[in-house]
């Protein structure tokens, strides 16, 4: 995969993509806040663990979920499918984080903070928390020492489970705890699995010296969210946000704050709801830009999305406007808001920037 972008409505912008550009958007150092372990999964992978495990899909089901259309429906079916018929021992888990960081690194992500969700494995497959995560940590360090690129895992609530669910899932985190798990995320269907319904394990898991970050705001959910989850969890950054920009006062506090915004050009419900002639003019990225805040793009669930990295910057240019200068800022947002620590953070935007000024076109 290589700088793809999948089925987006055309650029309105009227920018020119040259090969030139590509080779910036494929080169710049890039760190990843925002990918889900599971939407990361090659079709080719998903086919031969289906095999694997004699899980009831055909070849045509396969091609089925990565299908993506104009209007895309949600991915969160293809995850279920993964969690309860197609990933069901350690190992697989340690092939998907491996192949996952071997596309990223493909694309220069130097680092990656990457999401999995624990619940459902547990639950309904019956694997234990500490192998799998031991499973997806032998993937990280093999990847580290083929690719050269460092990685962070987050496991993260799923939010259609109890909340009895997600304070077992942060005690097992706390249990089994290892430098390169940073800290929790949360995630899955928001509409009507408020943020505060989490707010124990949330704070369980800060009392631990994790840090913590959550998706909010996703799918047209209320800005009340938002605000939850930085005023009641206190988390360190926020997983999209986009409906932040209907309270100007939550605006501003969070310009205050410097909160870093992972957010996701790719995301499905704005691709579905917004007129696929004015999507990339009327996307809550756009405004969340010139509010000031700071937004740093992701691909989510990139081979679901039919995006990688590269793709995901290429889109930043030629769908939303922005040019050297911003995608600058967005790339020293993201070093702000990764869980590294200030040393890195430091040597990173030093060496960062001098390589991307003299790549920038
Ligand atoms: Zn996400």
Same mark, same amino acid.
């Given at each position: 995969? @290589?700088? *793809? ?13 040259? #090969?030139? &550009? ?11 806040? &925002? ?5 990361? %999964? ?5 086919? *031969?663990?289906?095999?694997? &495990?004699?899980?009831?899909? #055909? ?25 309860? /018929? ?28 990457? !999401? ?15 192998? %799998? /995560? ?10 580290? @020492? ?15 489970? #109890? *909340? ?10 706390? *249990? ?21 319904? !989490? ?9 631990? $010296? ?10 047209? @959910? ?6 939850? =989850?930085?005023?009641?969890? /206190? ?19 969070? =310009?205050?704050? $410097? %909160? %870093? ?6 995301? #499905? ?22 509010? $000031?805040?700071?937004? &740093? ?25 922005? =040019? ?15 869980? =590294? ?9 030093? /060496?960062? @920037? ?8």
């Amino acid at each position: 995969m @290589t700088n *793809a972008i999948g089925n987006v409505p055309r650029a309105m912008t009227g920018r020119v993509v040259t #090969s030139l &550009h590509k080779a910036f958007f494929l080169r710049l150092p890039k760190v990843e806040l &925002h990918c889900h372990l599971l939407g990361a %999964v090659r079709r080719e992978t998903f086919e *031969a663990l289906s095999v694997k &495990h004699r899980a009831p899909f #055909s070849r045509e089901d396969v091609a089925g979920f990565y299908r993506r259309e104009g209007k895309p429906t949600g991915v969160l079916r293809v995850l279920r499918a993964l969690e309860s /018929q197609v990933l069901l021992e350690p190992d697989d888990f340690r092939r998907i984080t491996y192949e996952y960081l071997e596309d990223a690194a493909r694309e220069s992500v130097r680092h990656a903070e990457f !999401f999995w969700n624990p619940t459902a494995t547990l639950r309904d497959v019956g694997l234990s928390y500490a192998e %799998v /995560q031991a499973s997806i940590l032998r993937g990280m360090g093999d990847a580290a @020492t083929d690719f050269g690129i460092r990685s962070l895992l987050i496991p993260a609530i799923d939010r259609e489970a #109890s *909340a009895a669910e997600a304070n077992e899932m942060v005690r097992l985190v706390i *249990a089994s705890r290892d430098d390169a798990v940073a800290g929790i995320g949360i995630d899955y269907r928001e509409t009507d699995r408020p943020p505060e319904l !989490f707010g124990e394990a949330f704070r369980m898991a800060k009392a631990a $010296g994790l840090r913590t970050t959550a998706h909010a705001g996703e799918f047209g @959910t209320p800005w009340i969210n938002v605000a939850t =989850v930085i005023d009641e969890l /206190q988390v360190d950054r926020v997983d999209h946000g986009y409906t932040v920009i209907d309270n100007s006062e939550l605006v501003r506090r969070c =310009v205050e704050k $410097g %909160v %870093v915004f992972t957010i996701v050009p790719t995301n #499905s419900y704005y691709m579905r709801t917004l007129d696929p002639e004015r999507w990339a003019i009327e996307h809550p990225i756009r405004r969340m830009v010139e509010l $000031g805040l700071k937004v &740093h793009p992701n691909t989510d669930d990139p081979t679901l999305h039919h995006v990688s990295p590269a793709g995901t910057w290429e889109l930043m240019y030629s769908h939303f406007g922005y =040019v050297a200068r911003d995608l600058r800022t967005m790339m020293l947002n993201g070093i702000d808001g990764s869980w =590294v620590d200030e040393d890195r953070k430091r040597s990173w935007r030093t /060496q960062w @920037t001098a390589e991307f000024d003299a790549m920038a076109v």
